[in-house]
């Protein structure tokens, strides 16, 4: 491991002609690489408890060699059933000898100093415009910290309510706007995250791991920890990568990609791209354009049909999504699309995918915002757009686990504001609380029970009253809700939807 540090301006004022002091707090790396580019050599270090998207490559003056941790022997972890143990992802860890004799390069924890300040980390995104990808993901925002996955337990003093006890709006102590009040349920064993409901102390289990798209992060080396790609130009703009994608070997020593923005394949300089724009005659996404308004639109495109566009999405994707694994099978997937039009054709902003056949009600396996269109209401924009389709399905959908960090900003975001608009417009009849039940908000909207729920916890709203469960809106939530509702500009119009559901089931073959 390593450690980062950034001066910070010393404090108390600065007299005329003194020198400005500068404190230099330190923040554990790890060396990954090391290459030599004319006599000079370089150092890939992977900062401890960042995002990987910080990831650098930093020159020999910036390392304290003085405070090198070399990589620990772990204690054997216990067997069962007489098989060995899984091993924990520390970065100090037994150093082969045979990796050591051959002169493989290994991480090595050592401290390092930088000479500039290290970006705060980024608010919370569900305020303002959390968009990416899902990064699930929106991209390019380097100053979000890595988060291990962790459960959301859910705590003792707050009960669950059942999924089917009406709800009833009332005001409490005269300090909440609102408040939605469940009707006494035996307590059932929820989980937040939408995982197995069946835990034996109550307590939420883990997120599950398995999925489509799901990254196997047991086997990564130290290969695919490390950015591979420079820089990809993709039409008027430039995209920084954040993480390995496993394009030809030949194409990372370039310092530049260059996509064609419509087919998106791939080509070794500017020559090669203006050739290859004389022969492609695509001016917007294979496949069906199923939904229009304004400049907004969005392909649905078969990942069988469509193979090699397919491809192209997932090797770009996988430059912004560390959490899911590239599969070059695309058959059991569809792609959709989301482009922003003008008189050139239709330029990609972001897309999602999704099972043909998902047994674990997901209606997203991946998601992400480009860059260049962050922060913009894209996001929410694509997310919506997955729930909607969810409605003309007839089902209650969820994104497949585990979310990026800005993937649960994002989806944490829109889970809040579609289900306060939900209870801010309940109405009393014959003067008495309007009532709603867990499943009937998941009905309305499409989104599982089960994150209903988290939201709700999240939020803080649920409270056990007089044998009741209470959902208190106070007035800083609604008008918080009130304020973000008024920058939330792009909506999902369902009139200018034109999708008809497919049973895939029925399919011999996708």
């Not at 409490?172 to 929820?190: E, I, L, M, T």
């Not at 022969?279 to 907004?296: A, W």
């Not at 109405?427 to 909207?445: A, D, H, L, Y």
Request: charged share 25%.
């Amino acid at each position: 491991m390593a450690e980062v540090v950034s001066p910070v301006p010393g404090a108390g004022r600065r007299e005329p002609g003194e020198a400005l002091a500068f404190a230099v707090p330190t923040a554990l790396a790890e060396i990954l690489s090391v290459k030599d580019i004319s006599g000079r050599k370089l150092f890939y270090v992977h900062y401890i408890d960042f995002n990987k998207r910080l990831d650098e490559w930093v020159t020999h003056e910036r390392l304290d060699l003085k405070k090198i941790q070399f990589p620990k022997k772990e204690a054997k972890t216990p067997t069962k059933n007489g098989l060995p143990g899984s091993r924990p992802g520390s970065p100090e860890r037994e150093v082969p000898a045979s990796a050591q004799a051959s002169g493989k390069t290994l991480p090595i924890p050592v401290q390092i100093t930088l000479r500039f300040n290290l970006p705060k980390e980024r608010e919370a995104i569900p305020g303002g415009e959390p968009d990416q990808p899902l990064s699930s993901s929106s991209c390019l925002q380097p100053n979000h910290r890595s988060t291990k996955r962790k459960v959301e337990v859910v705590s003792p003093a707050t009960p669950v309510p059942s999924e089917t006890a009406p709800a009833s709006v009332f005001p409490q102590n005269g300090s909440a706007r609102r408040a939605v009040a469940a009707q006494p349920g035996r307590k059932r064993k929820s989980n937040c995250l939408g995982t197995d409901e069946d835990s034996s102390d109550g307590i939420p289990s883990a997120p599950r791991m398995t999925g489509s798209l799901v990254s196997d992060r047991s086997h990564d080396d130290i290969v695919t920890r490390m950015k591979n790609i420079e820089c990809i130009e993709l039409g008027r703009h430039r995209l920084k990568p954040w993480y390995f994608s496993p394009y030809p070997q030949e194409l990372t020593a370039l310092p530049v990609l260059y996509l064609c923005e419509f087919c998106l394949k791939y080509g070794r300089s500017l020559k090669c791209l203006q050739r290859h724009l004389t022969k492609c005659d695509l001016r917007h996404p294979p496949g069906n354009e199923i939904y229009r308004k304004g400049t907004i639109s969005f392909f649905e495109i078969d990942g069988r049909k469509n193979k090699s566009y397919s491809q192209n999405l997932c090797l770009l994707a996988k430059c912004f999504l560390d959490h899911k694994t590239l599969y070059y099978d695309t058959d059991p997937f569809l792609f959709y699309v989301m482009t922003e039009y003008d008189c050139k054709g239709f330029h990609i902003v972001g897309y999602f995918s999704k099972e043909k056949e998902s047994t674990e009600d997901y209606n997203v396996a991946c998601i992400l915002t480009l860059p260049p269109y962050q922060r913009r209401g894209y996001g929410k924009l694509l997310i919506e757009f997955s729930y909607e389709l969810s409605k003309v399905e007839g089902k209650t959908g969820t994104p497949e686990k585990p979310l990026s960090d800005l993937g649960l900003l994002s989806y944490r975001s829109y889970w809040s504001q579609t289900i306060l608009e939900i209870l801010m417009g309940l109405k009393s009849e014959s003067g008495e609380r309007p009532q709603i039940t867990i499943n009937e908000i998941s009905e309305i909207t499409s989104i599982k029970k089960e994150d209903v729920i988290s939201t709700l916890q999240y939020l803080n709203l649920i409270n056990y009253y007089k044998g009741q469960y209470i959902l208190t809106l106070s007035e800083d939530i609604v008008d918080g809700h009130e304020r973000a509702m008024l920058k939330r500009l792009l909506r999902i119009d369902s009139k200018c939807l034109h999708f008809t559901p497919k049973d895939w089931s029925k399919r011999g073959k996708w």
